[in-house]
């Protein structure tokens, strides 16, 4: 059985930094894309970042751009999200998906973690 998961949720003051992991484990995965998205009370799953696992290629939301970075480790199947400069309204669930394609939508992603909270104080 495949499984994502997320480590590294917490509470963190405004400014500061965290930095979520998430582990591939079960059966080899053989998607292409990770991805983090991010849920806040009363809203919308929404896109994050997404990394292709080959190339490294990477794409961000620009409410995180130049403040988030996602990263991977293939040897260690996992991926990162290293999150600096933390505002309130970063406070959500995240989530780790994995998928074959490269987009911001969620439907596609065939497998997701069970989320860790992330809570910014002001």
């Known amino acids: 059985q495949r499984r994502l998961e997320e480590r590294g949720g917490g509470l963190v003051q405004a400014g500061g930094s965290l930095r979520l992991s998430c582990a591939a484990s079960?059966?080899?995965?053989?998607?292409?894309?990770r991805g983090w998205f991010r849920q806040a009370p009363g809203k919308e799953r929404e896109f994050v970042a997404r990394?292709?696992?080959?190339?490294?290629?990477?794409y961000y939301a620009d409410s995180v751009k130049g403040r988030f970075t996602i990263s991977r480790d293939n040897a260690k199947n996992t991926v990162y999200l290293q999150m600096n400069s933390l505002k309130p309204e970063d406070t959500a669930v995240y989530y780790c998906?994995?998928?074959?394609?490269?987009?911001?939508?969620?439907?596609?992603?065939?497998?997701w973690g069970q989320g860790t909270q992330v809570t910014v104080s002001s």
């Open positions: 998906a994995a998928g074959i394609i490269a987009t911001t939508r969620s439907g596609p992603y065939d497998y």
């Open positions: 079960g059966r080899t995965f053989s998607s292409s894309v």
């Open positions: 990394i292709t696992w080959g190339g490294g290629s990477t």
